[in-house]
């Protein structure tokens, strides 16, 4: 595995990751891979994620589930949907492993 380029701790800090809950999981039409992802952040309303996840995850199996979100990305158009912010996922031999928390860590919360 390549070492990427190291990165200061000023561009780190950039990255705001916080914790969500995924509220609603359901499969975009037309589309073999993704999912659309209601995720419970502590704003007012949930954010939309789409994840390329569809073919490893089933939606009823994800909804509950404590995930890491990159909470200030800049907001993507795909199919015709708004991604609000992207999921955390480990890649274990090109098979995503979503990174999650506890279930007890509140909505909302930021990592360090």
């Known amino acids: 595995m390549e070492t990427p380029g190291l990165i200061s701790i000023e561009t780190f800090a950039q990255v705001d990751l916080r914790v969500g809950q995924i509220l609603v999981a359901e499969r975009v039409p037309n589309a073999d891979k993704l999912l ?23 939606p009823e199996g994800l909804i509950g589930q404590k995930i890491i979100v990159v909470f200030n990305l800049q907001p993507r158009r795909m199919r015709g949907l708004e991604s609000q912010g992207m999921l955390l996922a480990a890649d274990a031999e090109g098979k995503p492993m979503l990174a999650t928390v506890p279930a007890e ?4 919360a930021r990592l360090h």
């Open 36 to 58: 659309r992802l209601e995720v419970d952040v502590a704003e007012s309303a949930p954010r939309q994620l789409l994840a390329g996840i569809a073919e490893w995850y089933p």
């Open 105 to 108: 860590t509140p909505n909302g």
